[in-house]
């Protein structure tokens, strides 16, 4: 099996910074793309950014405040997060492309979630 771990969430002041990582351990013979989702109540889960062959795509509303970045020898990936608005409140989740053979094929996983909270 493959799991997925978030840590770094917490509630911060509008303006402030957090950073969050997501370690990707188990049965993992390869990861191609890794990437941050977030789901704010009532809404649906939104791509934030991800990370592929060197390679970073980032959503419109966090470009310029927001940095993916990863450590392929921890199967790591972080998200840098600065000027951090009240809108960024939501659940972040860790999205991983693992292959776990060299004769299968990749499978996206998920990690549980972290609460990120923007507020005075």
């Known amino acids: 099996q493959v799991q997925l771990v978030e840590s770094g969430g917490g509630l911060v002041q509008p303006g402030g910074s957090l950073r969050l990582s997501c370690a990707a351990s188990?049965?993992?013979?390869?990861?191609?793309?890794m990437g941050w989702y977030r789901q704010a109540p009532g809404k649906q889960r939104e791509l934030v950014a991800t990370?592929?062959?060197?390679?970073?795509n980032y959503a419109d509303s966090v470009a310029g405040r927001f940095t993916i970045s990863r450590d392929n020898a921890k199967n790591t990936v972080y998200l840098q997060m600065n000027s951090l608005k009240p809108e960024d409140t939501a659940v972040f989740y860790c999205?991983?492309?693992?292959?776990?053979?060299?004769?299968?094929?990749?499978?996206?996983?998920w990690g549980q979630g972290t609460q990120v909270t923007v507020s005075s």
């Open positions: 999205n991983a492309n693992v292959r776990r053979s060299p004769v299968t094929a990749y499978s996206s996983y």
């Open positions: 990370s592929s062959g060197g390679i970073t």
């Open positions: 188990g049965s993992i013979y390869s990861i191609a793309a």
